[in-house]
C-alpha cells in the first residue's frame, strides 16, 4: 500500500459503477495552481468579481484591454458556470494589487483556460495599470424542460405565460399573462427544471473525469481523454496510488473520505430526490436499513435529516429496488426527535441484522407547502430536475410551459439553492442573521456545513469576519447554536485559529475526516462581526436581540456602551428606532431585559422629545458621557418596527432633498445603496415615478454625491423606464452583498409638474397615505406650520388625496423637517372643504408664515378602498356619474376607454348598486384622472359582478391614458318614493347624510327649519326609537345631485318626511346649496345604567363611553380610567375578551352632563355604574372623556341573559351573530322558545317565557325573530325562524326575556369552568335548588373523593385549589370541609359549627378536582406531565391496578395498538424515556412487539415472564400521542370480541367516543346503527350475555329510533347535557351482517363523499380495494357510470383518499371505458386477489353526474354544499329561479332536497352572484311540504321563459345534521330487513 505525499490518511479504493474506480477526496486548498482563476473583490460573490489568475503559484489580475463576453465566458465554465456571462471593466469590482498577468485576451471561448487564449502580450509584462482591471459575472446553466418530461401533475396548473428576466427571487415576481390558477393549459404542458452545475472538463488529451449512475464531482467512474475522446480504465492492479494521481488531478488531496457517520442517501431504482432505498453512513461507508421495525420515526427522522420538512412515510421489502450495500442496521426504535438514525435505539448492534437487500428499508418524503416554496417532482425527477411545482395557498400547482425558457429555469434552480460555492466559502445564515451575524457555514466539495464549537473561540471568529470582509477585529463568537440549528454534515471540530489564517479551512481542526465531527447541531456556532463605530451610531445586542430589537447601545469615541433606563421611555425609543430606520411602532424595555452590557453606560436621564435625529443629541443629565452612575441591571433596551418593504426607494445623504439624492432600496426590510455601474436616465426615471415624480428625471446631477455606508441591494441595472419598481428592472442577482465605491453610488433628481393646491404626504417613513404635508402653489411644493392643525385639516388632506377612512394628526415635524418655502399656517378647516388651499388661513402671503419647520404639519390616512371597488370621480361627476376609478391594491387608478361600451358601463351600474339602466359616456371632454390607469382593454359581458372580473389587460405596469380615452358611466337607479337613506363621511347604520328617494332618485335635504321633529321622524322610519339628533351644515359631507326637501314642518309623528312637507312646497324647489345638507344621528331609549360607545371612529365594540342616567347619555370623566373599569363596560356590553383603555376624549369630545368621575371598578362589578366612585358633579370636562375598545369570545349561537334586573338565571335574551350581540325578538315568543334557551343555558328545570312587565330594552338591532321552537332543539339558532338577513328593531315591550330554573337536589355536583371536562372541573354543590362553589380551605384528597364517588369515578382522584378552573360566580356554599372519603355527598362533610353559605373565602379559592375511573385488565389510560385525553404516559391495567410500559422495544406498531384501542384511529407518535414524567408503581409490560392490528395492547407479544416484573425501571416509561379522526355522529364497534360488524355500541360526540345507554335500545336502533356502517343486511340488537363494558361516560340514552335513520344522532333521544354511566348489561351492544354483490362498488375513505373516494369492490361477500397500476380514465369511467355518474371521471392513486384495509382484490386492469363492472376489466391471467401491491397504492375516482330534470344545485360566489344560488335541472340543463316571490317555504323545499331538514336561510337579488342562461321558475308558491321544487305551484307558462333576470336570482343556506342522496340509488342504498 502506498500514500500520496500531503495526504493527512490513507487512501483505499472500492470496486462501484461497472467495475471501475468510486474515488473519495478533499478539496486541495493550499497555494495555487497556474491557470487557475477566482473572483475577488468589492461586492465579489460566488459568481461575480474581479478576475484573479494564478500563474507560478501567485495570484494576478487580468487588464480589462479587449476583455469581453467570451473572455468572460472561459472564466466562467471554468469556475463551473455554463450559463449567460458578463464582462466588466474599469475595476468594477475594486482595484487588485500585484501583478497583472493577462492583457489583450482574443478567447473564442472554447478554451479550458484563460490561459489557452490568445493574448497580445506576454504574461506579467502587461503596461496596464489596476484601474482596468477586468470582472465577470457568471450565471448558472439552468435547462427549461417542456412537455412534461417528468410526468405529468396534478391538482391546479398554476402559472402560465410567464416571463423571467433571470434575476426574480421566485417564479411569483416574473411577469404573466395569466392569472394564478387562471391558465387554459393542460398537465401535458407541464414546465420541468435540470439545474446543472456543470463541472464537466474539456477532452483534452490527459484530462480526467468521473462519471456513471451516482457519479458527482468527487466520486465516479474514471475516464480519461485521449484524442479528443473519452474512454473508461480497468481495475486491474487499480489501487490507491492510481486513485490518488485522478484526485490531485481534480484538484482533490486524496484522502479516505467517503462520507461522514449518520448522513442518509435516498438510492435505488424508483428513487428521487424525495424518495428511495435509505443509505446511511456509517465509519464513512454506505451501508442500508434492515425494515424491521422501520416505521414513521424512523423514516421522519431521515427526511428532516434530508432536510425535508413535510410529512414522511415509511417502506419495506426493498420497495424502491434492492441495494448492494450490506445492511448496517435493524431494529430500530427511534422516538423521531433524534438527529440521526445512529443516535436511536437498537433491537440489534450494527452490523449483526440478519438481513438481506429483499428487506432494505425506505421513505418518502414530502417538502412542506408553505407559500412561494417549489419543488421539483415526477417520474425521472431527482434532486436538480424534475415538474415544477409552486405552492399557493397551501396547495401544490404545476406551471404550463407556454413561455417556459432558460431564464424561469434559472429562477427555480436559484430558489432551489443550485448556485455553487468552492470549498473554503463561508457564509452567516439562521435565525436573526443578518450580512454581519448569523450561524457559521463553510462549504466544501459544493456542500455547504457547520462547525462544531468545541474551542470556538474570538481567533475563529475574525478568520470567519475577515474572510466576509470585516477587518476591524471586533468579531464576537457565539456557540451553542445561538442562531439556531442547522442541517447536513457538520464539517469542522476543534478549530485552533490564529485569526491570520485566510479561510477556516486553513486552520487546524481535531477531527481527522472533514465531516467526521461526533458533534450535534445544538453545538452549531455563530459570529457577529461588526466594523468600527462613529460617535452617535446606534446599535441593538444582547440575549434574544435581532436587528431589530435588543440592549441599546451607543458609541462614543470609537467605543460601545449602554443606555441607563432612569427615565427610558417611548420617545427615547422612537428616537433610536428612527435612527435605525424603523418608523414603525417602538416598545420599550428596561432593568436589562436583553441581558446586562458591559463596558461604559454612555447615557443617563434621557428626554428626547421623539423629534430628535438621534439619541446622542437628546437632552441627558449625564455630565460625562460614559461616567453615570448607573449599573448595568438598568440597561435599556428597544424593539423597533419597520415600515421599510422590499421594493422601497428612497433618497438620502449629504445635500439630499426629498427630490434629490443618493437611491437607497429595502430588501428584505434592510436598506441599501445601488451601483451605479449600468445607471442611466432609465433607471432614473422608474426611481422619480416610483417617488410619486412624474415629471423629469436626471442621472446624476452632483460630482460627489454622497457615498452610502452598509452594502449595495442592486447592480447591472437594465431598466426600460416603464417599469413599476426598480426590483421590476433587469439586474444582476441579489446573492450576497455588493460594495460599490462612493462614486459608483446611484444619484437621482426628480422635479415634478405640480399645480396649485395640490397636496402630498412625504418625509421619513412616508408612504402614499402618511407623512409630511406639502401643498403646492405656483409649482412649488411647500410645508404646512401646525400652529393649528387638528382632526378637520387633516380630514381635509386624506380626502383630498382620496382617503375617506380615519384621518390622524401629526405635529412638530413628525416625518422629518420640509425645506422651502412654508405655505400655510393658522388653518381653520372644517373638515368640509373640498381642498386644504381653500380652508380659512391666517397666512397673508402663501409662503410667508413665520413658521419654522421644525412645526411641520403631517397626516396618516386610512381609505375603505379594497382592491376591486369603484367610484365615480372627476368635473361635474355626482353619485351616479363620472369617471370610472378602480381600487387595486389600495390604490385609485383610471380605467381605460380603449374598448369601453355598454356592457361594462353595465357591470359598473350594477357594481355602485344602480341596477336600472347605463350609458357608456355622456360627456365629449370627460375630466381626466390623475396618476395611473389600471385597467385597460376591458370585455365585461354585462353579467360580471364586479369590473376586475371582466377579461382584461394584465395588470402589469402603471398606464397613462389620454383625458377622451378614460371610461366614464353614467348610471339610474330603481328606489320607491319615500324611502330614506343615511350616507356621508362617517355615515353608520344609525346616524348619517339624509338622503330621500323621489321618482326614483336619491336627493338629500336642506338644513332650513331641520330639527328634532324631523330627525325623529327619520329615526322612526329606518326603526329607532330613542333620541334623535339633527346635525346640519353637512355634517357628513356634502351630498352631489338635486336637493330635493327644504323647510319641513314635521309634528314628529309621521311616517315618512315627504309628508312634512308645506302645501305651497314642492319637490326639488330649493334655494339651498350642499353645504346645508342635512343628516341625523339616532338611537335607541335607555334605562339607566346602560352603556354605549360612541363618536368619531365609534364601533359596536370601540368607542366613547356613555351612561344612561335617566334617560340620558352621559359620558365618563378619564381621571381615573384604568383597565379594570373598561372590563366592566366591555362585560356590560358582552365582550368578554381583552379590553383597551382610552382617554383625552381619543373617540371625540361628547356633550352634555359628565356622569362618573373617579372610578375605582375592581373589574367584578356587574355594571360600571354599581363601581365606586367620587361623582357628586363632576368639575371634569369634555377633554377628558373616557373610551374604550372591546375584544369578544362571542360565537355564533351563544346565548346570555342580561339587562336591569338581570341574573345569571333571567334576563332579556340575547344572541351572538357573526361576533356580535343582538336581541330576539319576542312577537312569536313563547314557553317553547323559552325551554330551549334554559337548556342551552344548562338550565333542565323550567323556564316562564316572560317574569316582568317591564324588561331592560336592548340596544343596537335584534338578530332572530319569528320564532316557532318545539322545545327539544339543541340551540335556539336550530329553531325555525325569520331569515337573518338585515337589522330589525323590535319595541322593547317585544324583545324576549326569560326566567330559568335548574332542577338540581341538595346535595347534587356538578364539575364546570375553564378547561372542564366530563371528570374535572371546578367544584359546584347544589344546595335550595341554587348551585355555589366550594372554598379550598382544607381541600384535600379525602374530598375529591368524595366528589369522584358522588359522579361515578372510583379509580385515582386529585383536589385542585386556588380556582384552578377559573372562578365562579354567586354564592360560595362550602368551607372547611372534614371529609373521611367514605362519605356520599359534600354536605355530610360539613363540620356541626359551620353552616352553608358562612364563608370568609372569595372565588379565587374555588375548588376543583380532576377524577378517575376504576379499571379492568387490560385498560389503558395515557397520564402524566402534559397529557392530555389524545397524550400521555401509557399505562395499562391489571388487577384493577395502573401500570407502566417499558419502552425497550416500544414502537410504532405498538403505540398504534394503544390509540386504536383508546379510538384514535389518526397518527400516532412515538415517545420514549419517561418523555411524559416517571410513573410509578410496577411496570406492566417488557419487550412489546405488536404487529399494529391487535385489539389491546396487553394481547401483544411480549417478554414479561410474569405481567409486573419486567426488570425495566420508570426512566424507560412509554408514551404516545394519538390523533382522531371522529366526528360527531361517528359510530365504532369496540369491545372484547369485537369485530368490523359486531361490537359495544360507541358514538363520537364533540371529538370524544362515549357508549349508548341500553335503556330503549331495540331492533330499530340496531338497524340505524348497521346503515350508517355500511351494512345494509340484517342487524341484532344484541348477540352475548355479557358483552364488553366501555369506559367512561355514555353520549346518548332514550334512543327510539324509527329504522330510517340516516344516523344514531338523527332519532330521538334525551338531551346529551351532561355525562352518564351505564351498567356494563345496559350499554348497546350490536351485530350487523352485510349483503355485497360481487361486482358491486362503492367510494369510502378520508375525504370521500357520495361522488368521490377510494374504490372498493365487493368480491364474495367481501370489500376490497383496487391497486393503482396501470389505473386511468377507462378504469374510472367504468366505476363512475356503475354507481350512476354520467359525466365527467377522474382517476386518482397513490392513496389519494387514505389507505384502506383487508384485501386488495384488483391489479393491472384493462378496462376499455364500456365494460358495466370492473371485474369484467380483469386480465385473463390475473386472479382476483393475487397481487403484491400495498394500500399505499390504492385506487380512487372523482365522479360528477349529467343532470336530471328536477334536480338542484347550490352554485355561485361563496356558495358551498349547503348555500348558494339555486339552480334547478332541465332538459339536462341548469337553470336559476326568480326571487320575486322567493320565500322560507321554497327555500325549506329545495333545502329538504338536497337533503337538509334543519333551518333554512332565504338570500335574493342574486345575492350569490348572477347566474347566465335560462330563469327556469318564477312566481313560487311552495307549501314546504312539497318533494321538490319543480313540483311548487309557479307562474312560469313554459319552464325557463320568465320574464325575470340575474338580478333576482334566488340563493339559500341550509342547515342539516345528515344529508341524502338524490340522483341514481347506489346499489348499496338497497335495504332489506331480516328479522
Not at 822 to 839: F, P, Y
Not at 875 to 888: A, H, K, P
Not at 954 to 969: K, L, S, Y
Request: charge should be negative.
Amino acid at each position: 500500500m502506498h500514500t500520496f505525499s500531503g495526504c493527512r490518511s490513507q487512501l483505499f479504493s472500492i470496486r462501484k459503477f461497472g467495475l471501475h474506480l468510486v474515488v473519495a477526496t478533499e478539496k486541495l486548498i493550499d497555494g495555487c495552481n497556474t491557470g487557475d482563476v477566482r473572483l475577488v473583490g468589492n461586492g465579489s460573490t460566488i459568481s461575480q468579481g474581479r478576475v484573479e489568475v494564478c500563474y507560478n503559484n501567485t495570484w494576478g489580475t487580468v487588464c480589462d484591454d479587449f476583455f469581453d463576453s467570451l473572455d468572460a465566458s472561459v472564466v466562467c465554465k471554468q469556475l463551473g458556470y455554463y450559463g449567460t456571462s458578463r464582462a466588466y471593466g474599469n475595476a468594477s469590482f475594486g482595484q487588485g494589487v500585484g501583478t497583472i498577468l493577462l492583457r489583450g485576451l482574443l478567447c473564442n471561448g472554447q478554451e479550458a483556460s484563460l490561459l489557452a487564449c490568445s493574448q497580445s502580450y506576454s504574461i506579467g509584462s502587461t503596461g496596464c495599470n489596476h484601474s482596468r482591471d477586468a470582472g465577470v459575472n457568471c450565471s448558472l446553466l439552468a435547462y427549461a424542460i417542456p412537455g412534461a418530461k417528468y410526468g405529468q401533475g396534478t391538482g391546479a396548473v398554476l402559472l402560465g405565460g410567464v416571463v423571467c428576466s433571470g434575476s426574480e427571487l421566485t417564479p411569483f415576481e416574473c411577469s404573466r399573462s395569466q392569472g394564478i390558477g387562471s391558465t387554459n393549459c393542460l398537465h401535458s404542458s407541464d414546465a420541468g427544471v435540470n439545474c446543472s452545475i456543470d463541472t464537466t472538463p474539456a477532452c483534452s488529451t490527459g484530462a480526467v473525469r468521473l462519471a456513471g449512475q451516482g457519479s458527482n464531482s468527487s466520486q465516479g467512474r474514471v475516464e480519461i481523454c485521449y484524442n479528443g475522446q473519452w474512454g473508461t480504465v480497468c481495475d486491474y492492479l487499480w489501487d490507491t496510488n492510481e486513485a490518488a494521481i485522478v484526485c490531485k488531478q481534480l484538484g482533490y488531496n486524496a484522502q479516505a473520505f467517503n462520507c461522514s457517520n449518520g448522513a442518509v442517501r435516498l438510492v435505488g431504482s424508483r428513487s428521487s430526490m424525495l424518495q428511495g432505498t435509505v443509505e446511511v453512513c456509517y465509519n464513512q461507508h454506505w451501508g442500508t436499513v434492515c425494515d424491521y421495525l422501520w416505521g414513521a420515526n424512523e423514516a421522519s427522522i431521515v427526511c428532516k435529516q434530508l432536510g425535508f420538512n413535510g410529512t414522511s412515510t415509511a417502506y419495506a421489502g426493498a420497495f424502491f429496488g434492492q441495494s448492494t450495500y450490506q445492511s448496517f442496521l435493524s431494529g430500530l426504535l427511534c422516538s423521531g426527535r433524534e438527529q440521526t438514525l445512529l443516535e436511536c435505539g437498537r433491537y440489534s448492534s450494527i452490523y449483526a441484522t440478519g438481513c438481506g437487500s429483499t428487506r432494505n428499508a425506505g421513505v418518502t418524503c414530502s417538502i412542506a407547502c408553505t407559500p412561494g416554496n417549489v419543488r421539483l417532482v415526477g417520474r425521472l425527477s431527482s434532486a436538480n430536475q424534475g415538474t415544477v411545482e409552486l405552492c399557493v395557498g397551501g396547495t401544490w400547482g404545476t406551471v404550463c410551459d407556454d413561455s417556459w425558457s432558460p431564464n424561469e429555469a434559472i429562477v427555480v434552480c436559484n430558489q432551489l439553492g443550485y448556485q455553487v460555492c468552492h470549498s473554503g466559502d463561508v457564509r452567516l445564515v439562521g435565525r436573526g442573521s443578518t450580512i454581519s451575524q448569523g450561524r457559521v457555514e463553510v462549504c466544501y466539495n459544493n456542500t455547504w456545513g457547520t462547525v462544531c464549537d468545541d474551542s470556538w473561540d474570538i481567533n475563529e471568529a475574525i478568520v470567519v469576519c475577515n474572510q466576509l470582509g470585516y477587518y476591524d477585529g471586533t468579531a464576537v463568537p457565539y456557540r451553542n447554536a445561538y442562531f439556531g440549528q442547522g442541517l447536513g454534515v457538520i464539517l469542522l471540530n476543534g478549530l485552533e485559529c490564529n485569526d491570520t489564517e485566510s479561510s477556516l479551512l486553513l486552520c487546524p481542526y481535531t477531527n481527522t475526516v472533514i465531516g467526521d465531527t461526533n458533534c450535534y447541531h445544538s453545538q452549531d456556532v455563530g459570529v457577529n462581526c461588526s466594523q468600527g463605530c462613529t460617535t452617535g451610531d446606534v446599535r441593538l445586542v444582547g440575549s434574544g436581540s435581532t436587528i431589530s430589537q435588543g440592549r441599546v447601545e451607543v458609541c462614543y469615541n470609537n467605543t460601545w456602551g449602554t443606555v441607563c433606563s432612569d427615565s427610558w421611555d417611548l420617545n427615547d425609543a422612537i428616537v433610536v428606532c428612527k435612527q435605525l430606520g424603523y418608523y414603525g411602532t417602538s416598545y420599550v424595555y428596561t432593568n436589562g431585559y436583553f441581558g446586562l452590557g458591559t463596558g461604559p453606560i454612555m447615557l443617563t436621564g434621557l428626554g428626547c422629545t421623539s423629534s430628535e435625529a438621534s439619541v446622542i443629541s437628546c437632552p441627558h443629565t449625564s455630565s460625562v458621557l460614559g461616567t453615570t452612575g448607573c449599573n448595568h441591571s438598568a440597561d435599556a433596551g428597544v424593539s423597533c418596527t419597520s415600515v421599510c418593504r422590499t421594493g422601497d426607494v428612497r433618497l438620502v445623504g449629504n445635500g439630499s432633498t426629498i427630490s434629490q439624492g443618493r437611491v437607497e432600496v429595502c430588501y428584505n426590510n434592510t436598506w441599501g445603496t445601488v451601483c451605479g455601474d449600468s445607471w442611466d436616465i432609465n433607471e432614473a426615471i422608474v426611481v422619480c415615478n416610483q417617488l410619486g415624480y412624474y415629471g423629469t428625471a436626471s442621472s446624476c446631477c452632483s460630482p460627489n454625491p454622497s457615498q452610502g455606508t452598509g452594502v449595495s441591494i442592486l447592480s447591472g441595472l437594465n431598466c426600460s423606464g416603464t417599469e413599476l419598481s426598480l426590483l421590476s428592472c433587469p439586474r444582476n442577482p441579489i446573492i450576497r452583498p455588493m460594495y460599490c465605491n462612493g462614486a459608483q453610488d446611484a444619484f437621482v433628481a426628480c422635479s415634478s409638474v405640480c399645480n396649485t393646491g395640490d397636496v402630498r404626504l412625504v418625509g421619513s417613513g412616508s408612504t402614499i397615505s402618511q407623512g409630511r404635508v406639502e401643498v403646492c402653489y405656483n409649482n412649488t411644493w411647500g410645508t404646512v406650520c401646525d400652529d393649528s392643525w387638528d382632526i378637520n385639516e387633516a380630514i381635509v388632506v386624506c380626502n383630498q388625496i382620496g382617503y375617506n377612512g380615519t384621518s390622524y394628526v401629526y405635529t412638530n415635524g413628525y416625518f422629518g423637517l420640509g425645506t422651502g418655502p412654508i405655505m400655510l399656517t393658522g388653518l381653520g378647516c372644517t373638515s368640509s372643504e373640498a381642498s386644504v388651499i381653500s380652508c380659512p388661513h391666517t397666512s397673508s402671503v402663501l409662503g410667508t408664515t413665520g413658521c419654522n419647520h421644525s412645526a411641520d404639519a403631517g397626516v396618516s390616512c386610512t381609505s375603505v378602498c379594497r382592491t376591486g371597488d369603484l367610484r365615480l370621480v372627476g368635473n361635474g361627476s355626482t353619485i351616479s356619474q363620472g369617471r370610472v376609478e378602480v381600487c387595486y391594491n389600495n390604490t385609485w387608478g383610471t380605467v381605460c376607454g380603449d374598448s369601453w361600451d355598454l356592457n361594462d358601463a353595465i357591470v359598473v351600474c350594477n357594481q355602485l348598486g344602480y341596477h336600472g339602466t347605463a350609458s357608456s359616456c355622456c360627456s365629449p371632454n370627460p375630466s381626466q384622472g390623475m396618476g395611473v390607469s389600471i385597467l385597460s382593454g376591458l370585455d365585461c359581458s354585462g353579467t360580471e359582478l364586479s369590473l376586475l372580473s371582466c377579461p382584461h389587460n394584465p395588470i402589469t405596469r402603471p398606464m397613462f391614458c389620454n383625458g377622451a380615452q378614460e371610461a366614464f358611466v353614467t348610471c339610474s337607479s330603481v328606489c320607491n318614493t319615500g324611502d330614506v337613506r343615511l350616507v356621508g363621511s362617517g355615515s353608520t347604520i344609525s346616524q348619517g347624510r339624509v338622503e330621500v328617494c323621489y321618482n326614483n332618485t336619491w336627493g338629500t335635504v336642506c338644513d332650513d327649519s331641520w330639527d328634532i321633529n324631523e330627525a325623529i321622524v327619520v329615526c322612526n322610519q329606518i326603526g329607532y326609537n330613542g333620541e334623535s339628533a339633527a346635525l346640519s351644515g353637512s355634517y357628513f359631507g356634502e351630498g352631489v345631485g338635486r336637493i330635493l326637501l327644504s323647510e319641513l314642518r314635521c309634528e314628529s309623528t309621521e311616517t315618512s318626511l315627504l309628508s312634512c312637507l308645506p302645501i305651497m312646497n314642492t319637490v326639488g324647489s330649493t334655494n339651498c346649496s350642499h353645504s346645508s345638507d342635512s343628516g341625523v344621528s339616532c338611537s335607541s331609549a335607555c334605562f339607566t345604567g346602560d352603556v354605549r360607545l360612541v363618536g368619531r371612529e365609534s364601533t359596536i365594540s370601540q368607542g366613547r363611553v356613555e351612561v344612561c342616567y335617566n334617560n340620558t347619555w352621559e359620558t365618563v370623566c378619564g381621571d381615573t380610567w384604568d383597565l379594570n373599569d373598561a372590563i366592566v363596560v366591555c362585560k356590560q356590553l358582552g365582550y368578554y375578551g381583552t379590553s383597551y383603555v382610552y382617554t383625552n376624549g381619543y373617540f371625540g369630545l361628547g356633550t352634555g352632563p359628565i356622569m362618573l368621575t373617579g372610578l375605582g371598578c375592581t373589574s367584578s362589578e356587574a355594571s360600571v355604574i354599581s363601581c365606586p366612585h367620587t361623582s357628586s358633579t363632576t368639575g371634569c370636562n369634555h377633554s377628558a372623556d373616557a373610551g374604550v375598545s372591546c375584544t369578544s369570545v362571542c360565537r355564533t349561537g351563544d346565548l346570555r341573559l342580561v339587562g336591569n334586573g338581570s341574573t345569571i338565571s333571567q334576563g332579556r335574551v340575547e344572541v351572538c351573530y357573526n361576533n356580535t350581540w343582538g336581541t330576539v325578538c319576542g312577537e312569536s315568543w313563547d314557553l317553547n322558545d323559552a325551554i330551549v334557551v334554559c337548556n342551552q343555558l344548562g338550565y333542565h328545570g323550567t323556564a316562564s317565557s316572560c317574569c316582568s312587565p317591564n324588561p331592560s330594552q336592548g340596544m343596537g338591532v335584534s338578530i332572530l325573530s319569528g320564532l316557532n321552537c318545539n322545545g327539544t332543539e339543541l340551540s335556539l339558532l336550530s329553531c325555525p325562524h325569520n331569515p337573518i338577513t338585515h337589522p330589525m328593531f323590535c319595541n322593547g315591550a317585544q324583545e324576549a326575556f326569560v326566567t330559568c330554573s335548574s332542577v338540581c337536589n341538595t346535595g347534587d355536583v356538578r364539575l364546570v369552568g375553564s378547561g372542564s371536562t366530563i371528570s374535572q372541573g371546578r367544584v359546584e354543590v347544589c344546595y335550595n335548588n341554587t348551585w355555589g362553589t366550594v372554598c379550598d380551605d382544607s381541600w384535600d384528597i379525602n374530598e375529591a373523593i368524595v366528589v369522584c364517588n358522588q359522579i361515578g369515578y372510583f379509580g385515582e382522584s386529585a383536589a385542585l385549589s386556588g380556582s384552578y378552573f377559573g372562578e365562579g360566580v354567586g354564592r360560595i356554599l362550602l368551607s372547611e370541609l372534614r371529609c373521611e372519603s367514605t362519605e356520599t355527598s359534600l354536605l355530610s362533610c360539613l363540620p356541626i359549627m359551620n353552616t352553608v353559605g358562612s364563608t370568609n373565602c372569595s372565588h379565587s379559592s374555588d375548588s376543583g378536582v380532576s377524577c378517575s375511573s376504576a379499571c379492568f385488565t387490560g385498560d389503558v389510560r395515557l397520564v402524566g406531565r402534559e397529557s392530555t385525553i389524545s397524550q400521555g404516559r401509557v399505562e395499562v391495567c391489571y388487577n384493577n391496578t395502573w401500570e407502566t410500559v417499558c419502552s425497550d422495544t416500544w414502537d410504532l406498531n405498538d403505540a398504534i395498538v394503544v390509540c386504536k384501542q383508546l379510538g384514535y384511529y389518526g397518527t400516532s407518535y412515538v415517545y420514549t424515556n419517561g418523555y411524559f414524567g416517571l410513573g410509578t408503581g410496577p411496570i406492566m409490560l417488557t419487550g412489546l412487539g405488536c404487529t399494529s392490528s391487535e385489539a389491546s395492547v396487553i394481547s401483544c407479544p411480549h417478554t414479561s415472564s410474569v405481567l409486573g416484573t419486567t426488570g425495566c425501571n420508570h426512566s424507560a416509561d412509554a408514551g404516545v400521542s394519538c390523533t382522531s379522526v371522529c366526528r360527531t355522529g361517528d359510530l365504532r364497534l369496540v369491545g372484547n370480541g369485537s369485530t368490523i360488524s359486531q361490537g359495544r355500541v360507541e358514538v363520537c360526540y364533540n371529538n370524544t367516543w362515549g357508549t349508548v345507554c341500553g335503556d330503549s335500545w331495540d331492533l330499530n336502533d340496531a338497524i340505524v346503527v348497521c346503515n350508517q356502517l355500511g351494512y345494509h343486511g340484517t342487524a341484532s340488537s344484541c348477540c352475548s350475555p355479557n358483552p364488553s363494558q366501555g369506559m367512561g361516560v355514555s353520549i346518548l340514552s332514550g334512543l327510539d329510533c324509527s329504522g330510517t335513520e340516516l344516523s344514531l344522532l338523527s332519532c330521538p333521544h334525551n338531551p346529551i347535557t351532561r355525562p352518564m354511566f351505564c351498567n356494563g348489561a345496559q350499554e348497546a351492544f350490536v351485530a350487523c351482517s352485510s349483503v355485497c354483490n360481487t361486482g358491486d362498488v362503492r367510494l369510502v375513505g378520508s375525504g370521500s363523499t357520495i361522488s368521490q373516494g377510494r374504490v372498493e369492490v365487493c368480491y364474495n361477500n367481501t370489500w376490497g380495494t383496487v391497486c393503482d397500476d396501470s389505473w386511468d380514465i377507462n378504469e374510472a369511467i367504468v366505476v363512475c357510470n356503475q354507481i350512476g355518474y354520467n359525466g365527467e371521471s377522474a382517476a386518482l392513486s397513490g392513496s389519494y383518499f387514505g389507505e384502506g384495509v383487508g384485501r386488495i382484490l384488483l391489479s393491472e386492469l384493462r378496462c376499455e371505458s364500456t365494460e358495466t363492472s370492473l371485474l369484467s376489466c380483469l386480465p385473463i391471467m390475473n386472479t382476483v386477489g393475487s397481487t403484491n401491491c400495498s394500500h399505499s397504492s390504492d385506487s380512487g375516482v372523482s365522479c360528477s353526474s349529467a343532470c336530471f330534470t328536477g334536480d338542484v344545485r347550490l352554485v355561485g360566489r361563496e356558495s358551498t354544499i349547503s348555500q348558494g344560488r339555486v339552480e334547478v335541472c332541465y332538459n339536462n340543463t341548469w337553470e336559476t329561479v326568480c326571487d320575486d316571490t322567493w320565500d322560507l317555504n321554497d327555500a325549506i323545499v329545495v333545502c329538504k332536497q338536497l337533503g337538509y331538514y334543519g333551518t333554512s336561510y332565504v338570500y335574493t337579488n342574486g345575492y350569490f352572484g348572477l347566474g347566465t342562461g335560462p330563469i327556469m321558475l318564477t312566481g313560487l308558491g311552495c307549501t314546504s311540504s312539497e318533494a321538490s321544487v319543480i313540483s311548487c305551484p309557479h307562474t312560469s307558462s313554459v319552464l325557463g321563459t320568465t320574464g325575470c333576470n340575474h338580478s333576482a336570482d334566488a340563493g339559500v343556506s341550509c342547515t342539516s345534521g345528515a344529508t341524502i342522496c338524490s340522483g341514481p340509488p347506489l346499489s348499496s342504498d338497497i335495504i332489506t330487513i331480516q328479522s
